[in-house]
């Protein structure tokens, strides 16, 4: 199960990390249902796969900003859900294969067509 985040955050002036707000929903299954919740970085799940007991755990999100100005990346940091979303048979997209997600920011000069 891949779960589909929506997330919004924002550096305040001279930080580097930020902790996300979202909307995070995740299809349910016939043995599967899970909520995951964001708020502020804070990660909270809840979720049951039949025939096992309810899993419950709580983790963090972090963003990172780091590089040149000229050449920004964004790496999501998630901890302390690993164990219960595997559990679950969900997939992070912010852990592939045990490699954080980092996202190079590309800037734009000119859009044409805009």
């Not at 779960?3 to 909307?23: C, E, I, M």
Request: glycine share 10%; with cysteine; proline share 5%.
């Amino acid at each position: 199960m891949r779960p589909n985040y929506r997330l919004q955050w924002s550096f305040t002036q001279g930080a580097t990390t930020a902790r996300p707000d979202g909307l995070i929903s995740v299809p349910h299954t016939k043995t599967t249902r899970v909520t995951l919740t964001l708020r502020n970085g804070k990660l909270t799940l809840r979720g049951v796969r039949k025939p096992d007991a309810p899993v419950t755990a709580t983790g963090t999100l972090i963003v990172r900003l780091s590089g040149l100005a000229s050449s920004h990346s964004l790496t999501f940091i998630e901890k302390g859900l690993s164990g219960a979303e595997h559990r679950l048979g969900l997939v992070s997209p912010f852990d592939a294969g045990g490699h954080l997600l980092v996202v190079h920011v590309k800037h734009a000069k000119s859009l044409t067509g805009c």
